[in-house]
């Protein structure tokens, strides 16, 4: 049985000026799958990412997110969460403080967060949290806070910036068993990493270079297709800068 697309791109251009950010981008994500978005800095990723979160406009193409073309952010921003590299909670709010203004935010009603916010806490081992302070927990807690944040209203999508950037491996690992878990639901986790073994633990992967895709699909063909034994050889194969390959 075919797929469910959530996320259509097609022939995606992005200019600043004369300067070509995303040129030409075409690819799908489907519905559960964990699609990770590869490429050095400057490759392209954030500008993409915008477009697909509703926060930038294409120059041309075709972008659909969720079943909404990228001409409707506002639609866009309601199927969708989002987690951005840089810590997205308040410090100065608790943790319960926290769930209910994202709640807020997404539409919910109070009626609504109270349950999950429990139901949140409970999962997570949160409960003896929920009065502190954000700024009072460790690096990993937060982070792992801030993505269940970013799927409690139950999006179509989840968008995830480098998600564990700074933190342990215990943390990572843990971080990870969530991802899966969310997938699972038919959440689909759109997600970028700096950690090439990470890139190991997606459905399927794109790698970006200077703006364009170099190259889509599971992890295993792309491995077997290039000849190499590892994503980050893989990663450094495509993502060298052509002068070095000459």
């Keep these: 049985m075919e797929k469910e697309k959530v996320i259509e791109v097609k022939d995606l251009v992005k200019r600043f000026g004369a300067f070509v950010a995303n040129d030409h981008l075409t690819f799908d994500v489907y519905k559960g799958d964990i699609f990770g978005f590869l490429g050095a800095n400057g ?6 990412i915008r477009i697909l979160c509703g926060l930038s406009r294409p120059t041309s193409g075709k972008v659909t997110v969720a079943g909404i073309d990228a001409g409707r952010p506002e639609e866009i921003k309601k199927r969708i969460g989002y987690m951005s590299q840089r ?34 806490l409970e999962r997570l081992s949160f409960s003896h949290y929920s009065d ?3 700024r009072s927990l460790p690096l990993g807690l937060r982070q792992k806070l801030a993505f269940a944040v970013a799927v409690f209203h139950d999006p179509e999508i989840v968008f995830l910036d480098e998600p564990t950037s700074g933190v342990d491996p215990i943390t990572r690992r843990q971080f990870w068993e969530m991802i899966y878990e969310t997938a699972s639901r038919g959440i689909t986790v759109f997600v970028t990493t700096h950690y090439m073994d990470e890139a190991e633990y997606c459905d399927r992967i794109t790698i970006m270079n200077e703006g364009r895709i170099e190259a889509l699909d599971t992890p295993a063909v792309l491995r077997k297709k290039y000849g190499t034994e590892t994503i980050e050889e893989l990663f450094v194969k495509i993502a060298r800068p052509k002068t070095e390959t000459a």
């Design 43 to 48: 490759a392209g990723k954030t500008t993409a």
């Design 87 to 120: 810590f997205s909670l308040y410090e100065d709010l608790t943790v319960s403080e926290n769930i209910e203004l994202y709640g807020g935010i997404y539409g919910m009603t109070m009626k609504e967060i109270r349950p999950r916010r429990e139901a949140l």
């Design 132 to 134: 502190m302070l954000i």
